[in-house]
């Protein structure tokens, strides 16, 4: 499962709309917890005393994932895959902290980890009224989108001014309310254990959206303030007994983007148009991260992380597509759509307001589809120095202009998040952004043809391997100090240089703007506010006990451990250590189902029977990486880490008939703490309550 | 896997033409192995001893399933479940051997199994000639039928009378070619050895067709020659070393029947009319016995042969609708045909002789499709006792004819192994005849319509539930001496006779014959015929470098060691007995992944570690159950037992994708022979070179 990224704009730009309804779908805000279903199916009435636990343990990492509390010391679980870029950074070609794990004895030894934000939810309002208030029905869409956007960014300001808290507005139900979330946040984050990438990714790509699994997919960071140790008001407490087949567990977490009320048309458009065209570039990009990475041990360990991303995106894209060929799936998704408009149609009301909806979404679509290509290649995509570039470049102009003209993510909420990264220290590698940016600029050589602006404006008459050279070698943006220089310098400080990648990004920035501003306006815009219309006919039609789409914001979902059928049989819900040496034997030790040295040494000590990984039929999307799994105590039972291939559905529509979300068991991370990496210590702390 | 009865006119009826070409497919006969493709791609070139040592070792049982002599002292080691009715008619209610297993410490206490045939093929010679000098040109369908069997009947009835050895010719290349198979048959066989069934069939219906599979499903017997272990010629002594991913590996066995050469026509009728009726009344019998087992643990004893030879065939047939079903394997299909239409099209000699075949089978299809449903209900189906009835109608009418006008199953040739079942004194259970007749008749009468003679001639005015309950009331059958008294009285005795069940045997006979006569002589016969002027085109067009479609003789096929892909992952070739705990625990332990007492007990004891179940790419089909998997060095390192659900394809068409044969590991036998039933004088035995 890929960890979602804040600003996705190419995958976002298309999720603007909401929720299906299905059996026991739904990622629900905690304002709102599905205290009926909960009660009649599961006879479950969470106290809010439960749900403030909850809600107090459970925290955001602000570049993707999700995690919990689980010490009065501020210990945080999460997944290895989302701590990894951590592990990275404290790594070095001396200590591989990614190929030998990483375990801090003392508090001492815990290690930073640059660029890491950890949110706690202290506090939702709804503030619809003062954002919606703002539009009018006479505006334009545009005009309606700008007011929103400057309501939006005054009540952020004002909250943040207020309480030093992050405060964000959140758009829930397609626009139907807008709420305001605040976190408190951690910004001092270590990390103090990790597991071998060979274990914590036992079965690598191959077993990733399967299973059984067999995976310790864990980390475990410390939130630290005032350089102590965090005190969280609340903290899941391992529980002493695990879960069953059959139990009601909750899944806390932040679920990224889903696009359960898309209509016909932009389920066509996905299909049709940006999934193959999204394979198409994932793919180009590992075949070159793949000849990258054969040159030697050292450049593999430097394009792992990306390989990694590369190679889930690629089975995440394939799963999207195969849920909507599913010629089943779609024709329920086509009455589902059918039965709205005819609804809609015979009610005169609602055919005034949204009767045009859907026609408008097409056209919109239509028009979608005929910019596609560019939409990926006129961009800062392909390097990360260019990418970077791209940002000194537009940081410098946007923030001289009012909060509310700004590029969404140049806004005054977002500006830290993006420092911390712009500055990070993280390593770059030279050949590996060259390999990358080659295959990029030849991408768009291929698609774009030699006589487009963007194919002009980088290449002129140079080959992709040429500019991109040239570009790197001509550049000191890998000095974090050069690049604070420049957006300190300001517009003619970035106006004035000669560095080669800042001059490229200068070139791109009008190209990639206007391909930006044509989606935002001719599709974004449009489809927005179709989309709220469909929502509301939808509203009207059936009821408001539906939770919205997800929005990267804390939300609950609730479901059984279970099992699936599979290939004529049934998958049982569990896995064992046993079932872990079994495959790993069946395999004959080859990565990515070897053992390492640590786990072949002690193996013969661990209680081979102990729960390893389990599955439920919890809600979740990308972004829900490291969400705790709970029981009705509210105690930790698991974390999860991965969705079975079929949820790759769940973007579109919730179903469990076979989809199911997996978890590693609290059981046996306790049980490899103890018997692989001796750290009583930690077993202590994770099971004091 | 389901055994393949010697005769199963329902399903064979349609099974008449032959193999399509594919990789690595092949079940070749011994008299023309694969050499040139073994020494090309595998380097291997088997000697005349080496094929002549395989097949010496190499047994069928008569009643469906294969075999092979594992030590010198007769020892077989074949299948649980093609040993089961040995195991269960050797049990009682006092000593149930099918739950509890069964071991012979001393071969005093080996138990004889009643009815079990044990052959090894001793010869091959081709009487092509004899047989096809017996049909001249001008003959029609039915003519040609009748002078074939006639050559054939004696031929094998002068092979008879001169060796005493059991002789069959049989019909290869859909009778481009007959050969006469010529047998050394062991009617004395003992139980020695079979596990709980719920280790041999661990995982029972739900795992059944798949992989990773966990079973130990194998049973031993001896054959016996004047009272004393038999010597066979050669034997498969246990390999040392075993297998290993990528490995040659050989099945010597004898796969029932396959269909690859069926057109268009045949796979549409098996697809649209076949399929579904077979698979509505697996459905129907299914839930009959569930409701007799759910009476008590001593019915659900007595149903659970049949209900596993149900299940397996509801799921068989369940797949084989899937592979007619998949859109890209019919194409490729379509596309074949049509490419051999056009080269016979484009051939004067060709379209001259095959030119109208197709049209020909065709046209049978229709007329099978209209009786269809006649043909499964106008039977002596649905009770063992009015099956018996039926037989003892037939055989004293039909062994009054001369040989050569016999229906099929009464020439002289068939005779014995006939009158071993009809004369065999295992078990029937009025109360479980009933149940199974009673839902037959049912379905006469839903699908037939009340007006047709057979329910009209069964039923009269009555009810399925009342004539049932008499036929059973008013039977002496159950006693072998009343059968044989019948037998003996010859037609006379059978025409005066009052018992219930030879009186609707009676009434039932010549409605049957008149369905079967219609079937052979308005579909079979012109379809067999136009087959082989299909097969004859093939062969001109495509050379005769193919082995023929599988007629239950013994065959060796090819492959290797190697996994598959399946839900985005890759199931690697082996399973241990780690995997196997793993997957019980995961079901909490609960049936049918319960393991047995003596398992519990003696878990901690075995090498968990031990390779259990293996898969390979080797072409088998129903029939190949109990089948060695052989080494290049001719040693024994497993026993076929399974394929998984893509191996249903195999039927119509060979593909190595996904479809794997499934093996119970020469290791796992090994050391479950030694880790948990202390059988280690059998162990001995079987390591003994």
Redesign the interface.
């Known amino acids: 499962m890929t960890r979602t990224p804040v600003r996705c704009i190419a995958l976002s730009l298309l999720s603007l709309l909401a929720a299906a309804v299905a059996a026991e779908e739904g990622m629900w805000t905690f304002d709102n917890p599905p205290a009926r279903q909960l009660k009649d199916k599961h006879g479950f009435e969470p106290t809010k005393q439960w749900l403030d636990r909850v809600r107090q343990a459970s925290v955001r990492f602000m570049d993707g994932g999700s995690g919990a509390f689980v010490s009065q010391d501020g210990l945080v679980i999460s997944n290895h895959h989302v701590g990894l870029g951590c592990i990275q950074n404290v790594s070095s070609a001396e200590h591989d902290y990614v190929k030998n794990g990483f375990y801090a004895e003392t508090r001492a030894k815990e290690a930073a980890c640059p660029g890491y934000e950890i949110n706690v939810l202290v506090g939702i309002e709804d503030v619809s009224g003062r954002v919606l208030g703002a539009v009018t029905p006479r505006m334009s869409d545009q005009e309606a989108r700008e007011a929103r956007k400057t309501a939006i960014t005054k009540i952020e300001n004002d909250c943040n001014a207020a309480s030093g808290l992050r405060c964000n507005v959140v758009k829930l139900y397609q626009g139907g309310e807008f709420h305001l979330y605040r976190y408190k946040k951690y910004t001092d984050v270590r990390l103090v254990f990790a597991p071998e990438q060979e274990i914590a990714f036992f ?1 690598g790509d ?5 299973f ?1 699994r067999h995976d310790v997919d864990i980390c475990l960071v410390r939130a630290y303030e005032d350089g102590r140790p965090a005190k969280p008001q609340s903290y899941l407490p391992f529980s002493a007994t695990g879960v ?2 059959g139990d009601l567990v909750f899944v806390s977490g932040n679920p990224g983007s889903t696009s359960r009320l898309y209509t016909q048309a932009q389920l066509e458009l996905v299909r049709d148009v940006e999934l193959p065209l999204s394979l198409e570039f994932v793919k180009r990009r590992l075949s070159v991260l793949r000849e990258y990475s054969a040159r030697g041990s050292e450049q593999a360990r430097r394009a792992k992380a990306q390989v990694f991303n590369f190679e889930n995106s690629q ?1 995440a894209l394939e ?1 999207r597509l195969r849920a909507l060929v599913d010629a089943k799936a779609m024709a329920a998704k086509a009455a589902e759509e059918k039965e709205l408009r005819a609804r809609v149609a015979g009610d005169a009301e609602l055919k005034a307001v949204s009767g045009g909806a859907w026609a408008t979404i097409e056209a919109a679509q239509k028009k979608a589809a005929s910019r596609a290509a560019e939409e990926f290649l006129v961009s800062f995509a392909g390097s990360r120095l260019l990418q970077i570039a791209g940002q000194i470049v537009r940081y410098t102009a946007e923030v001289k202009k009012p909060n509310e003209q700004r590029l969404e993510e140049y806004i005054d909420s977002n500006l830290e998040i993006l420092q911390n990264r712009l500055f990070s220290p993280a390593p770059l590698y030279d050949d590996l952004e060259e390999a990358t940016l080659v295959s990029q600029l030849g991408a768009a050589v291929e698609k774009l043809g030699r006589s487009h602006p963007f194919v002009r404006a980088v290449l002129g008459e140079a080959g992709p391997a040429e500019v991109a050279k040239a570009a790197i070698a001509g550049t000191k943006l890998k000095d974090a100090a050069a690049r604070r220089a420049l957006v300190e310098g300001g517009p003619a400080a970035v106006a004035a240089s000669t560095d080669s990648m800042i001059v490229l990004a200068r070139r791109i920035d009008p190209l990639a703007r206007e391909v930006r501003k044509f989606f935002e306006d001719e599709v974004e815009a449009p489809v927005t506010r179709a989309g709220e219309k469909v929502a509301q006919a939808r509203f009207k039609v059936y009821g408001r006990t539906i939770p919205p789409d997800a929005t990267f914001t804390l939300r609950l979902s609730y479901g059984t451990v279970a ?1 699936f059928p ?5 998958v ?5 250590f ?2 872990m ?3 790993s ?4 030790g080859k990565y990515p ?1 070897a053992l390492p040295p640590r786990w072949q040494e002690k193996k013969a000590g661990l209680k ?2 102990t ?1 390893l990984n389990f599955t439920s039929t919890n809600d979740i999307i990308g972004g829900n990486s490291g969400s705790p799994v709970i029981d009705r105590k509210g105690e930790f039972v698991g974390v999860v880490f991965d969705g ?2 079929q949820t790759l559905a769940w973007d579109y529509f919730f179903t469990d008939e076979q989809a199911r979300c997996v978890s590693v068991d609290a059981r046996g991370i306790a049980e490899a703490l103890r018997g692989v990496y001796g750290a009583d210590a930690l077993v202590r702390e994770l099971t004091t309550r």
């Open positions: 079965g191959p077993d990733n959206f399967t059984p069953a087949d089975k799963g099992g599979a290939e004529g049989t049934t049982p819900p569990f896995t064992t046993h079932g040496l079994d495959r034997i069946a395999h004959a189902w081979l029977e729960p079975n291939i």
